[in-house]
């Protein structure tokens, strides 16, 4: 049966409760910006309002530079400053915001921005479907197997349906909640309106699915890992990486990998890593002996391990799995079904 049949199967059998149709995601909070450049993308218009103070458009190539002070905002045009509590892009338009000297990303939806403690907190509120594409730009090779690309854009829709994961907005853009940067991609647009409202499901609600880059040869469970979360998740086979796990190799100051050798958990190992580097112990699959003042790990994989293995995904599409195949492994207690229109 093909992708595009199946998910007209899928459609035809109905539809499950509405899902919401928007996220609210807090980007580029990773460079802790003090100062943001905003404008028009393509040539285009971009009206926006400073909470405050007053209305204002950037049309071809002009700029708005955004500076925290305290807790207000610096807005400067044309040579002209005004501030305000906020800044607001209340319709969804296409624009590019640009950390200065470091990185510039296009996104597509309405804009909120804040400052406290003199940090621009920008958040987009967009339509899933471009978040999807937008995960998928940034997390996978969109030239690899569609069924692959098909099951992980449903894998990535239902963690941000399944509910937000911070107090003040739904998602970040880090791998905290799921990496995303282009929306723009065509590619990644495309698989995300081939599998478009296709969820996974489990005990009545949408499942948030975890995802890994790839795995020992076996992926875990949250338990395993001291994470809380139960079925679907169960440990799954990866043929693919049982075949040619991904090893790696570090050594350490025992001082700043202790924990690891008493606790096993994700938690222990994402404290480690937030302090030496997110590459310094690439996933919680391996071995560590001790050596005076120094700890060397020998492991294998990338990520935490939990449920659908990227890498392994890859291997089964390319032997002629399907996207249904493909969840089945990596989330065998879960169901898929049809989000209803909101």
């Known amino acids: ?43 285009g218009i971009v009206r926006f309002a400073v909470r405050g103070a007053s209305n204002h458009s950037l049309e071809g190539q002009q700029t708005a530079v955004l500076e925290a002070q305290g807790d207000s905002i610096l807005a400067t045009i044309d040579g002209r400053t005004v501030a305000g509590e906020q800044l607001l892009i209340d319709h969804s338009t296409e624009y590019e915001l640009s950390v200065p000297r470091q990185l510039s990303r296009r996104y597509s939806g309405s804009l909120m921005i804040t400052a406290h403690n003199g940090r621009l907190l920008p958040v987009v509120t967009t339509e899933i479907e ?48 799921q990496y995303l940067t282009d929306s723009f991609n065509k590619e990644a647009r495309r698989f995300a309106a081939a599998s478009n409202g296709i969820l996974l499901w489990s005990d009545g ?29 169960q440990a799954a086979t990866c043929p693919a990486c049982a075949r040619q796990p991904h090893r790696w ?11 690891l050798i008493r606790n096993r958990t994700e938690k222990a190992r994402l404290n480690v890593v937030r302090q030496l580097g997110w590459d310094a112990i690439p996933s919680n699959a391996y071995q560590a002996t001790v ?28 032997q002629g799995a399907t996207w249904r195949a ?16 909101p």
């Open 1 to 43: 049966m093909t992708t595009r049949l199946a998910i007209a199967l899928l459609i035809a059998l109905g539809s499950a409760a509405a899902q919401p149709s928007t996220v609210q995601i807090s980007v580029l909070g990773l460079f802790r910006p003090h100062q943001l450049t905003l404008r028009a993308v393509d040539n």
């Open 130 to 177: 471009t978040a999807v594409a937008a995960v998928l730009a940034a997390e996978s090779d969109l030239n690899g197997p569609h069924e692959a690309l098909i099951a992980q854009a449903i894998a990535s829709r239902s963690y941000l349906a399944a509910g937000r994961r911070h107090e003040a907005f739904d998602f970040c853009d880090t791998t905290h909640c």
């Open 205 to 233: 609600r949408v499942f948030r699915a975890l995802f890994t880059r790839s795995c020992d040869g076996r992926t875990r469970t949250p338990q395993q890992l001291g994470l809380p979360g139960g079925a679907p998740y």
């Open 249 to 259: 190799s570090r050594t350490h100051a025992f001082a700043d990998v202790a924990m």
């Open 291 to 318: 050596d005076g003042d120094t700890v060397t790990f020998h492991g294998a994989g990338e990520g935490h391990g939990i449920g659908l293995c990227q890498r392994g995904s890859v291997g089964l599409a390319s």
């Open 326 to 341: 493909i969840l089945q492994r990596y989330y065998p207690g879960a169901t898929v079904q049809i989000s209803g229109s």
